[in-house]
Structures are given as C-alpha cells and as structure tokens.
C-alpha cells in the first residue's frame, strides 16, 4: 500500500512542482520508511535538503547508539574530562553527559587510548597527537566528500539515485581507507625517522626542540582572493585543488610539503637546491596548467619544528618575501642564492626592508640554468 498521502501530509513534497521531482520523492523516502527512518527524520532532512544522505548516515553511523559520555568513560577507564578533552581535540561534538550519542564502537576507540597512557605518554601529548590528527582527517574528509560529488553527481539525477550511489560508496569507501591510512602513517614515520638529524645540542640537553638549519619556500596563487569575486565557489575550489595536487607531486624527499594554507602551500627541505627545483617546478606548471599565476618566495635559516609545523624567522620571511615576488616568479634571499650560486641561473632583485628584519634583505630572482636572458 503506497504510504504517499502520509508523505504529502508530512509536507515532503513541498516545493517540488514537476511531478516527476516529487514522485520520486516520494519513492525515496518510501524507501527510506521501509529501512527504518521515521517520518520525522524525513521530513527534517527534506527541509535541509539532505534527503540524499539519510542512507549514508544510516551507513557511517554505527548501530546500537544507547550509550551516554559518562557511560563510555566507565567502560573504557578513561576519566571523563579527559574524554571530552579529548573530543574536543580531534574536532568531534561534545555532548552533554546525559545525552545519549554513543554506541560500543566509541567504547572501543576510547579504550584503544589506554596502552598509550600505559605506555608514558601524558594526557597532553594524547591531546597534541589528537589535535593533529583531527586536523588531518577532517581535511581528508573534505577532500573525499568533494571527490564522491564530483563522481557521483550526473546532471539530471533523481534524489533516489544519488541516494543509492552515495551509500554504497560510503559503505565500501571507508573500509577501503582502513589499511590504507596505516600503511600511509607506517611509510611517512618511517621517512621521518631516517631523516631527522640528531644534533649534538640535542643529546647533550636531552630535548629533541632544538633549531636546526632548513630552507622555507611559500608558494601562492596571484588574485585568489579577487577571482572569488567574479567565479562560483566550485571554480575557486577547483583553482585550490590544483594547486594541492602540484604541490604535493613537486614534494619529492628530501621536500615535504608541510601544509596548505587557502591559496599558499609551504614547503620545506633541510636543502635549499631541492626546494628551489621544486619552486620553479611549481610556478612552470602553474603557466601551463592554467592555474592562476603563482609566484614563490624562498628563505633559509633555523627554525624549530613543532607539530609537523615548522616555527622560526626564516618562515616569517620567506612568506614575506613571497608577498613581494611577480607572479611567475620564484624569488630567494641571498643565503638562499649564495648557497645555489652555481646551480640555478640568478638576477638581483634589489634590496627590501621587512617588518621584524633588521637589516635590508637582498633578493635574486632563480631561474633554471638553462635560462639565457
């Protein structure tokens, strides 16, 4: 028997003119009261134009959620304000202590935490380690939701074929990426390891912040901020997905990507000819590949890093210097020039006063050595 006058009545359908539209509504969220959705949660994720998603969120989220905060603090051994500490860091809701939101599943991964405080490691290195880590999978998050759009979405779709399209996606993707983030994780420790340098004021004090000599290079797209005036957000989006994906294929060891930053990446490398082979790689492909402009400004110096991040004056300048840079341009300091001098080709750029800097700062322009003016 067609439930459509309850569905009508609830007000599913409303603001669907063409009778295809809301027949195919109408289908779906029959569909959705067969598999156990009430007539509420429809209706509300009708409103918000979420109707799509209620599978995937029936998929993702785990079944038997019965369980409160304070429940799931006695049963894994974790002290409760530790627990909310540390769902706050990893960028998840915090909820209240008699709301029920929880199921084994979160049981398990706050239990999964024990052995690392049985291990020595204190409450604040666990809430570092999460703040991380909850940085990097809401970016990957992100970055996988536009993704499974972009593949999945055809124009014309109906509300229940995307529906369909998107569960099963949700449903095989996220066990997929399971061995996947390990082996990632097990692969960059392992790279981070061999390439960290032990200096002896490190083993004399017995602290691994020491700052160590590193060259910084920030590259960024010329008028982003002034093209997001003029273009639809998927083409700003698209614009800022290039740049990553040509930043992270010009990133080969001894240069790591460190992060993107809207329409900047930061790299780094323990040596400045590496970075500047992958700045000129960067500003080359950005002419050709029909990104924006980009232009790039490289420092040296010590810094400490701190998170993955790397703190310290040579990244203040090199941001610095990347301000002043034309576009199509890669643009160093002269520590920078005078430890390549014989690799690339260079033009002097003049002399700059920086904010912070004390003395002027004499700039070179690299270019290939292939280059002839």
């Known amino acids: 028997m067609s439930r459509r006058p309850e569905i009508e009545a609830a007000g599913i359908l409303d603001g669907l003119d063409d009778e295809r539209a809301r027949r195919e509504r109408a289908e779906l969220a029959e569909q959705l009261l067969d598999a156990g959705f009430s007539i509420d949660e429809i ?61 084994e599943a979160d ?5 999964a935490l024990a052995p690392f405080l049985a291990a020595g490691l204190d ?13 990097g999978m809401w970016r990957l998050a992100d970055t996988l939701r536009e993704v499974v759009g972009d593949a999945l979405l055809q124009p014309g779709d109906s509300e229940a074929a995307v529906a ?13 990426l399971d061995p996947l983030l390990g082996y990632v994780l097990n692969a960059h420790l392992k790279e981070r390891v061999k390439s960290a340098v032990v200096l002896q004021t490190e083993l004399t004090t017995g602290r691994g912040h020491e700052a160590r000599a590193i060259t910084v290079c920030f590259a960024d797209l010329v008028g982003f901020t002034k ?13 800022g997905r290039r740049l990553t994906a040509a930043a992270v294929e010009a990133s080969q060891p001894p240069v790591q990507l460190v992060k993107m930053i809207g329409d900047a990446a930061m790299l780094v490398s323990p040596e400045p000819e590496p970075l500047l082979r ?22 040296s110096g010590d810094a400490i890093v701190h998170c993955g991040d790397w703190l310290g004056a040579p990244v203040n300048l090199a941001s610095r210097v990347t301000d002043v840079a034309r576009p ?6 002269h520590a920078v020039r ?26 070179y322009r690299a270019r290939g050595a292939s280059y002839s003016a």
């Not at 051994?77 to 915090?94: D, M, N, Q, S, V």
């Not at 049981?107 to 239990?111: L, S």
């Not at 409450?123 to 940085?135: D, H, N, T």
């Not at 790689?281 to 400004?297: F, H, I, K, N, Q």
């Open 278 to 299: 992958a700045a000129l790689e960067l500003v080359e492909r950005s002419g050709a590949d029909e990104l924006l402009p980009l232009r790039a400004g490289v420092a």
């Open 164 to 176: 369909v399209r998107y569960a099963q996606a949700a449903e095989h993707l996220v066990p997929l």
């Open 227 to 239: 093209l997001g005036e003029r273009v639809p957000p998927g083409e700003l989006s698209a614009a």
């Open 328 to 333: 199509g341009s890669v643009l160093a300091t």
């Open 43 to 103: 209706r509300e994720a009708a409103s918000r134009d979420r109707l799509a998603l209620l599978p995937v969120d029936r998929i993702l989220d785990p079944p038997g959620v019965e369980l409160t905060s304070v429940d799931v603090a006695e049963r894994s051994g974790l002290p409760l304000e530790f627990l909310k500490r540390i769902t706050r860091a990893l960028g998840l809701a915090e909820t209240a202590e008699t709301e029920v939101a929880y199921s």
């Open 123 to 135: 409450e604040e290195s666990l809430l570092l380690i999460g703040q991380v880590l909850g940085q």
């Open 338 to 363: 005078d430890a390549s001098k014989d690799t690339f080709a260079w033009s002097f750029a003049g002399e700059r006063r920086f904010k912070g800097i004390r003395d002027d700062v004499r700039l």
């Open 107 to 111: 049981v398990d991964a706050a239990a």
